[in-house]
């Protein structure tokens, strides 16, 4: 993971390693390697410039010319702003409801039925929660089956409805269902389209207006870089979400998403997917990520 833009990180701090005496102009050109490792890594030029000029004021501000160990002092400047840029503290899901209503949103392939049925086992065996999942995919009748086999699989219910093309109408049926029946919380997987349009964002955002779930996430492929920025930016305008999941993290992914998601949407990341399996999912901490970046 990350494993580029960790290097470069690397190489940017040995410049400050090698040196008796650290200048200024040491520490600006280690800033200036900073910056280019996050571009290389897929972060947008705003972001990566305001990032460096944060550290350096504090970098300055903390006398690191004349401390024993400026390397590791910038290092540990830049793994706080890191954290920081990723969301600070972490943050769980909204499990307050009777039942809780969780809606996932995001493009086609994404990672949305995956993860539904991740996040339903997470629930299901850490949290002792009956969950209830629905698809609400009323255009791939694929769709439909992946999440019947995903369920089948952890032993979690699924609600689906042959023949009913109006997923708000389902989504509403499978909170009912759901009430009745004692379940604690309800997992709505919904369509996603290979890339943000009109229909498909009304599609959600009735959807959204109809059930006011109590979570809202937005998943995401990693993999992605600014484009994913971007996806996530389309869909907050229209849903105000909660809360981001990274997917495909294990993958060879350059790091963008992860780092600039938080700022531009002023949301936070609140899990990461980390592979195939049902049991592949992370709850997401930035102070933890911002170390496995710095190696
Ligand atoms: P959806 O269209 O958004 O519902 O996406 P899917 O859940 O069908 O996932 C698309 C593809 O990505 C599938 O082949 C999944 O197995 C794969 N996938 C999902 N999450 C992860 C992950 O965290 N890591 C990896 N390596 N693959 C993933």
């Known amino acids: 993971m990350f494993d580029n833009l960790s290097d470069k990180l690397d190489k940017a701090f040995h410049i400050l ?20 490792a996050l571009l290389d890594a897929d972060v947008n030029f705003k972001i990566a410039k305001d990032f460096t000029n944060r550290v350096k004021e504090k970098a300055l501000g903390q ?6 160990q400026p390397g590791q002092l910038m290092v540990k400047i830049v793994k706080d702003e890191l954290t920081q840029l990723m969301g600070g503290e972490a943050s769980g899901v909204n499990l307050s409801g009777t039942p809780s209503v969780i809606l996932m949103s995001g493009l086609q392939g994404s990672g949305k039925t995956t993860f539904s049925g991740k996040l339903a086992n997470f629930l299901q065996t850490k949290k002792n929660k009956k969950v209830l999942l629905v698809a609400c995919d009323v255009y791939r009748p694929a769709a439909i089956n992946q999440l019947h086999v995903v369920g089948d699989q952890l032993k979690v219910e699924v609600y689906s409805e042959e023949g009913n093309n109006n997923p708000v109408q389902i989504a509403e049926n499978a ?36 059930i006011t779930p109590h979570e809202t996430l937005f998943v995401v492929d990693s993999m992605t870089g600014q484009d994913a920025v971007n996806t996530a930016k389309a869909f907050n305008d229209r849903l105000n979400f909660d809360g981001v999941v990274l997917t495909k993290l294990d993958g060879d992914t350059r790091g963008g998403a992860a780092i600039s998601i938080k700022s531009v949407v002023n949301k936070p990341i609140k ?13 997401f901490y930035p102070e933890r990520m911002a170390d496995r970046i710095l190696g």
Do not use: Y
């Open 17 to 36: 390693k090698g040196h008796g005496k650290i200048t200024e102009v040491n520490v600006a050109d280690t800033l200036k390697e900073v910056r280019r």
């Open 271 to 283: 899990f990461i997917g980390t592979g195939e399996k049902m049991d592949a999912i992370d709850v």
């Open 175 to 210: 909170i009912k269902h759901a009430k009745s029946n004692g379940f604690n919380v309800v997992i709505v997987d919904t369509a996603g389209r290979l890339a943000v349009d009109e229909a498909m964002m009304t599609e959600i955002a009735n959807i959204h207006k109809a």
């Open 63 to 68: 006398d690191v010319l004349t401390t024993l």
